[in-house]
C-alpha cells in the first residue's frame, strides 16, 4: 500500500497536480461565495390600509389604491418573500375632510429581516375623506327573455323596495335607483316568486344592507291595454311642513281583461313622505328643498294589482316647505 502511495505522489509532483487542484478547490469556493452575495430584487402590488379613520368619516376618492413595492437584498434571502412580509398604511388620524390632500404611504414589516432595501412606487398618493352618510334607494326591477306564447310579464314588484345603502355623501346623493339583476322570464306561462341579485355599483366604497331582494313577477295573459288618469296623494306627512309636488295625476297603463270593466277606483297613487331623503344641515339652513318622490300605485283586489303594467311619471319632483 505504501508502493502505492509513493507512486501517487511522485506522479503528482512530477506533473505538478497539487497546484492544480489547489487552484480548483480555491475557484470552487470562490464562485460559492460570489453566488451567495449576489443581489436582486422583487415586485408586486400591495393595497393601502388606513388608520385613525374616524368612523363617520370614509375614504371616497385615491389617485392609487395600490403601490408598487420593490424589495432588494440577498438573492438567497428573497426566495420567501412575497406580499404577506408587507403592510402598507396610511394614517389619517388629522386628514380634513373634503380637502384634496397628499399623504405619505407607510409601510410595515412582516416576518422580514432588517437588511432588505424597500421601495415605493408612489411613496405618496392623493386622498380625500368624506362624511358617511346612509340613504334608502329605491330598487328598480328588470327582466330578459320571452314568456310563453300568448304570455306577458305585469309590473314586477320587489320587497323590500328600498335597500339602505351607506358611503361618502357625493356618491350617495347621486344615486338615483339600484338595479337588480335581470330575472329570466324565458317560457313562463304563470306568476312566481324568485330572489334575484341586486346590481351594486362604487363596491369599493360603499356599503349594502342587503344584495339581494325577492320579486314577484306577474305573467299573464295578453289582452287589450287601457290608460287610466288617477289623481296622486302624500302620504305620512311630517308635522310643521308642507309638501307640494309639481303634477297631481299620473297615467297607468292596465291590462284590459275579457268581459270585465276597468275602474279607475279601483287603484290610488301616493308617494310616501316617510322615505323622501334630505340632508337636514341643509334644510335648516333652508326656508324650502326640492326632492325627488317615487309614485307608488296600489290596487284594491290581486288581480287588479296584477294588471298594472306602468306608471308614467313613476317619480315626481317635490317641494318641501316649513311652515
Known amino acids: 500500500m505504501k508502493k502505492y502511495f509513493e507512486i501517487i505522489i511522485n506522479f503528482s509532483t ?60 440577498r438573492k438567497d434571502d428573497l426566495n420567501n418573500i412575497n406580499s404577506r412580509n408587507i403592510r402598507l398604511l396610511i394614517d389619517l388620524a388629522a386628514t380634513e375632510p373634503n380637502v384634496l390632500q397628499i399623504c405619505k404611504v407607510q409601510y410595515q414589516k412582516i416576518d422580514m429581516q432588517d437588511d432588505f432595501d424597500i421601495h415605493l412606487d408612489p411613496p405618496e398618493v392623493k386622498l380625500m375623506v368624506e362624511k ?18 300568448g304570455f306577458m310579464v305585469g309590473r314586477i314588484r320587489v320587497n323590500p323596495e328600498y335597500i339602505k345603502i351607506t ?41 349594502y344592507n342587503l344584495s339581494k331582494v325577492n320579486a314577484t313577477v306577474p305573467v299573464i295573459e295578453n289582452h287589450e291595454i287601457t290608460s287610466l288618469e288617477i289623481p296622486v296623494i302624500i302620504m305620512n306627512k311630517s308635522k310643521g311642513l308642507n309638501y307640494i309636488i309639481n303634477a297631481d295625476r299620473v297615467k297607468i297603463n292596465v291590462l284590459a281583461y275579457e268581459d270585465r ?35 307608488h300605485v296600489n290596487a284594491v283586489s290581486s288581480d287588479d294589482e296584477n294588471s298594472i303594467l306602468s306608471t308614467s311619471p313613476d317619480s315626481m319632483e317635490i317641494i318641501i316647505m316649513k311652515e
Request: aromatic letters at 8%; proline letters at 3%; glycine letters at 6%.
Open 261 to 295: 270593466v276597468v275602474d279607475k277606483n279601483s287603484f290610488t297613487a301616493y308617494i310616501d313622505a316617510a322615505e323622501l331623503d334630505f340632508l337636514n344641515e341643509e334644510f335648516l339652513q333652508k326656508r324650502k328643498i326640492e326632492v325627488t318622490g317615487f309614485v
Open 167 to 207: 358611503g361618502p355623501g357625493s356618491v350617495i346623493n347621486n344615486l338615483g335607483v339600484i338595479y337588480t339583476d335581470k330575472i329570466p322570464v324565458d317560457n313562463r306561462n304563470v306568476t312566481y316568486r324568485q330572489d334575484i341579485k341586486i346590481e351594486k355599483v362604487d363596491e369599493e366604497i360603499l356599503e
Open 14 to 73: 512530477k506533473n505538478k497536480l497539487i497546484p492544480k487542484l489547489v487552484s480548483i478547490l480555491l475557484a470552487v469556493l470562490l464562485w460559492g461565495y460570489i453566488s451567495s452575495s449576489k443581489t436582486g430584487s422583487v415586485e408586486f402590488k400591495s393595497p393601502i390600509n388606513y388608520k385613525g379613520l374616524e368612523d363617520d368619516l370614509i375614504v371616497s376618492r385615491i389617485s392609487h389604491k395600490s403601490i408598487k413595492v420593490e424589495i432588494s437584498g
Open 132 to 149: 358617511k352618510i346612509s340613504r334608502n334607494v329605491k330598487v328598480v326591477p328588470r327582466y330578459s327573455g320571452n314568456t310563453g306564447k
